[in-house]
C-alpha cells in the first residue's frame, strides 16, 4: 500500500521559516514526479511546486517563487518544501502529490498518490 505522509505544519510568524517533508512509503520515489499542492480556506488547491523526475527540473508558482524550494532525497524516500519568508497568505493545508509520469502536471488528476495535508498558518 502506498503511503506519503507529510510533517512539519505548524504556526509561524511573519517572514519566519518552516519546512514541510513527505515521506514515502510502499512505492520508491526515484521515477515519480513530486509536487506540493495548497488548499487555503474558501480557496481551490494549487499547486506551489513540483520537481519532475525526468530531468529534476522544478516549477514554482509565481506567489511562491523565490521564497520557496523543493527537494527531494531519494535514498530517504523523502521530498521536501522549504519555505522561507512567510506571509500570511501562504496559509493553507499543504498536501504532497507524486505522478507516475516524467514531467509535471498542474492538475490535480494526473497525481497518483497523495498526502493527508499538514496545517501551516502563518501569523500577522
Known amino acids: 500500500q502506498v503511503q506519503l505522509v507529510e510533517s512539519g505544519g505548524g504556526l509561524v510568524q511573519v517572514g519566519g521559516s518552516l519546512r514541510l517533508s513527505c515521506t514515502f512509503s510502499?512505492?520508491?520515489?526515484?521515477?515519480?514526479?513530486i509536487a506540493w499542492f495548497r488548499q487555503a480556506p474558501g480557496k481551490e488547491r494549487e499547486q506551489v511546486s513540483c520537481?519532475?523526475?525526468?530531468?529534476?527540473?522544478?516549477y514554482y508558482s509565481d506567489s511562491v517563487k523565490g521564497r520557496f524550494t523543493i527537494s527531494r532525497d531519494n535514498a530517504k524516500n523523502t521530498m521536501y518544501l522549504q519555505m522561507n519568508s512567510l506571509k500570511p497568505e501562504d496559509t493553507a493545508v499543504y498536501y504532497c502529490?507524486?505522478?507516475?509520469?516524467?514531467?509535471?502536471?498542474?492538475?490535480?488528476?494526473?497525481?497518483?498518490?497523495w498526502g493527508q495535508g499538514t496545517q501551516v498558518t502563518v501569523s500577522s
Open positions: 502529490a507524486a505522478a507516475r509520469r516524467p514531467y509535471g502536471s498542474k492538475n490535480e488528476g494526473d497525481y497518483n498518490y
Open positions: 510502499g512505492v520508491s520515489s526515484d521515477y515519480l514526479t
Open positions: 520537481i519532475m523526475s525526468s530531468d529534476a527540473s522544478t
